[in-house]
Nanobody, 123 residues
Framework: QVRPVESGGGLVQAGDSMRLSCVAS????????MGWFRQPPGKEREFVAA????????DYEDSVKGRFTISRDNAKNAVYLQMNSLKPEETAVYYC????????????????WGEGTEVTVSS
């Protein structure tokens, strides 16, 4: 069991960069795939990026490819989301989720969730 806690959100302008962090307490963090999802105001939670138990195994939602990078540091029980060239429509609460081993793209595939960190991108 892991317990993710997100941080790093805030207010930025369009075109700026931001790095989100997710630190997960618990055991065997390295055996979990970690995903970043976001929930814009009034909308459902959606997949952004994920990284597998094997760090080179990553996947991204099409609209963030080339701008966002997910990475993990198992020694720190941490996963990061580097976001560049942010857009106003990416304003959302960003959530970190954990599931065993393989990448998932659906919210129901993840067993553990943090409470989210809010990102606001002004135009």
């Amino acid at each position: 069991q892991v317990r993710p806690v997100e941080s790093g959100g805030g207010l930025v302008q369009a075109g700026d960069s931001m790095r989100l962090s997710c630190v997960a307490s618990g055991h065997l963090f390295s055996t979990y795939a970690m995903g970043w999802f976001r929930q814009p105001p009034g909308k459902e939670r959606e997949f952004v990026a994920a990284i597998g138990e094997i760090p080179r195994d990553t996947d991204y939602e099409d609209s963030v490819k080339g701008r966002f990078t997910i990475s993990r540091d198992n020694a720190k029980n941490a996963v990061y989301l580097q976001m560049n060239s942010l857009k106003p429509e990416e304003t959302a609460v960003y959530y970190c989720g954990a599931r065993p081993r393989d990448i998932g793209h659906k919210t129901w595939e993840y067993n553990y969730w943090g409470e989210g960190t809010e990102v606001t991108v002004s135009s």
